[in-house]
């Protein structure tokens, strides 16, 4: 069974620093991989995904991913974080249904 | 555009009551799903479809009923609720199968109390 791991529960940058959020997973086969955000009261909205390709994925809002099959990470980054860019952030993989972890809530500072 | 409808938003249930958790979608997804989301656990699945007539549990169906007799339509049944069951509940869909690696799509949540 496929399983995804946030290995931070909060993480805390200023405005304008990178930011980066991890992700490990565990699957058999290939893996599809995905980071959604979600914002207080709010279902989660899609920002990226890996399937296939180059190991580099970019998303929305200036997120991007990078795939690393032999650490089996999936973190996410960003070049300078904005204070909008607070919120849930999710890992998760997917197989033949999609499994979350347990988030990281990121926090921007002014 | 509506997406994914989940009602109701908010509801609150005595234990041993039974409700109905709706879910509609209208972008012709075949693969639909519910989740519960519960601090520090995510989002932990309960039931999904891969299409009318096909359902299957997932990792927490326990004390949940779903059914899929049309493409558009998911709905979560609570049996008997349990103060367990305090949560918030988000359908998701997806166009196709979920292997495809296809983005699956959330409602707004749904937040269920049992007291």
């Known amino acids: 069974a496929q399983s995804v791991a946030q290995p931070e529960d909060q993480v805390n940058v200023a405005e304008g620093n990178p930011l980066t959020v991890k992700c490990t997973y565990s699957v058999s086969g290939n893996p599809y991989l995905f980071w959604y955000v979600q914002y207080p009261n709010r279902g989660l909205q899609f920002l990226l995904k890996y399937i296939t390709g180059d190991n580099l994925v970019k998303g929305s809002y200036g997120f991007e991913a990078e795939f690393n099959k032999s650490q089996t990470s999936f973190h996410l980054k960003k070049p300078s974080a904005l204070v909008s860019d607070s919120a849930l952030y999710f890992c998760?993989?997917?197989?033949?249904?999609?499994?979350f972890g347990a988030g990281t809530r990121l926090t921007v500072k002014p | 555009n509506a997406g994914v409808t989940q009602t109701p938003k908010f509801q609150v249930l005595k234990t041993g009551q039974s409700m109905t958790l709706q879910c509609a979608q209208d972008m012709n997804h075949e693969y639909m799903s519910w989740y519960r989301q519960d601090p520090g656990m995510g989002l932990r699945l309960i039931h999904y479809s891969v299409g009318a007539g096909i359902t299957d549990q997932g990792e927490v169906p326990n004390g949940y009923n779903v059914s899929r007799s049309t493409t558009e339509d998911f709905p979560l049944r609570l049996l008997s609720a349990a103060p367990s069951q305090t949560s918030v509940y988000f359908c998701?869909?997806?166009?196709?199968?979920?292997?495809?690696?296809?983005?699956?799509?959330f409602g707004e949540g749904s937040w269920l109390t049992v007291v």
């Open positions: 998760a993989v997917l197989n033949n249904d999609m499994r």
């Open positions: 998701a869909s997806s166009y196709s199968g979920a292997a495809t690696g296809n983005t699956i799509y």
